[in-house]
Nanobody, 128 residues
């Protein structure tokens, strides 16, 4: 399985960016994809996820500002980030896992339970 993201860059506070991510190599289409945010010295945290049935989950810090979407035909997900703040600065990783899921508005993605396939990460820098 190969996961590759693109997008990112530098923007001023209040600006917008869109990230893209494509997963390839899965034998079936039933897998969950998501975006994780990491800053130096801290653990990687999920910010948004979308399941194969298009169920969506957002972290509290991005609700109302970020929008995740998916093009099933292209196996590609997008993260549109609006009203960015300096706290959004960091590396954004795309991930895919066929054992993770979004059910009833909750994200079930425990790294200890199975393999997560990661992209290489893309840097987002928001200046004040």
């Amino acid at each position: 399985v190969h996961v590759a993201e693109s997008g990112g860059g530098s923007v001023q506070a209040g600006g917008s960016l869109t990230l893209s991510c494509t997963a390839s190599g899965y034998a079936q289409s039933s897998y969950c994809m998501g975006w994780f945010h990491q800053v130096s010295g801290k653990e990687r945290e999920a910010v948004a996820a979308i399941d194969s049935d298009l169920s969506i989950w957002y972290g509290d810090s991005v609700k109302g500002r970020f929008t995740i979407s998916k093009d099933n035909a292209l196996n590609t997900i997008y993260l549109k980030m609006d009203n960015l703040t300096p706290e959004d600065t960091g590396t954004y990783y795309c991930a895919a896992a066929d054992w993770a899921s979004v059910v009833s508005g909750k994200l079930y993605w425990n790294m200890k339970l199975g393999k997560t396939n990661w992209g290489q990460g893309t840097q987002v820098t928001v200046s004040s």
